[in-house]
Antibody
Framework: EVQLVQSGAEMKKPGESLKISCKGSGYRSTSYWIAWVRQMPGKGLEWMGIIYPGDSDTRYSPSFQGQVTISADKFTNTAYLLWSSLRASDTAIYFC?????????????WGQGTQVTVSS | DIQLTQSPSTLSAIVGDRVTITCRASQSISTWLAWYQQKPGKPPKLLIYKASGLESGVPSRFSGRGSGTDFTLTINSLQPDDFATYYCQQYDSFPGTFGQGTKLDIK
């Protein structure tokens, strides 16, 4: 059974760093892209970026380029989303999602979401 | 970036209705479009891929059509479980943008 399990909720202060994770199981990590998607409170879905764990090829949405770093460990089938300096505006739920097939970028399996709250 | 515009933003209906949601792309995306359903506090669920392909396990009352810039998601004979928010997503090019969402609620 394919599963994406994300790390737990985080409460941070502005300026702090944070790394959240998404661990996949039930499939081979080197065959699928993993994306990160933001959902701010009461808002829609925003495509942040995507990584191919097989070779760490990473693409960012222009809106998120330079704001976050996406990485992956193909040996543990885990993707990561990193902030070096959080802002209050980073408060959101962050989902990871797996591409449905190699070479395509829609998503058939999703993590449960990680709530990130940034507040002083 | 390719922009996706969904209409309406909110749709009120009753059980048994047939409803249609529209997604318009700012440029042609062929049939590289997916539809998702999201309920509060849950991740999105894939319904339709490649504009009209029904994801395994999704009821046949859901259907998708379109190509180029204009797409629709139709739900026949609405069921209580269908009241949710629906998003389209293009995957013709990076970044794979989402529409702003259509909230389907009970009239």
């Amino acid at each position: 059974e394919v599963q994406l399990v994300q790390s737990g909720a985080e409460m941070k202060k502005p300026g702090e760093s944070l790394k959240i994770s998404c661990k996949g199981s039930g499939y081979r990590s080197t065959s699928y892209w993993i994306a990160w998607v933001r959902q701010m409170p009461g808002k829609g879905l925003e495509w942040m970026g995507i990584i191919y764990p097989g070779d760490s090829d990473t693409r960012y949405s222009p809106s998120f380029q330079g704001q976050v770093t996406i990485s992956a460990d193909k040996f543990t089938n885990t993707a990561y989303l990193l902030w070096s300096s959080l802002r209050a505006s980073d408060t959101a739920i962050y989902f990871c999602a797996r591409s449905a097939a190699a070479g395509t970028y829609f998503f058939d399996y999703w993590g449960q979401g990680t709530q990130v709250t940034v507040s002083s | 970036d390719i922009q996706l515009t969904q209409s309406p933003s909110t749709l009120s209906a009753i059980v048994g209705d047939r409803v249609t949601i529209t997604c318009r792309a700012s440029q042609s995306i062929s049939t590289w479009l997916a539809w998702y359903q999201q309920k509060p506090g849950k991740p999105p669920k894939l319904l339709i891929y490649k504009a009209s392909g029904l994801e395994s396990g999704v009821p046949s009352r859901f259907s998708g059509r379109g190509s180029g810039t204009d797409f629709t998601l139709t739900i026949n004979s609405l069921q209580p479980d269908d009241f949710a928010t629906y998003y389209c997503q293009q995957y013709d090019s990076f970044p794979g943008t989402f529409g702003q969402g259509t909230k389907l609620d009970i009239k």
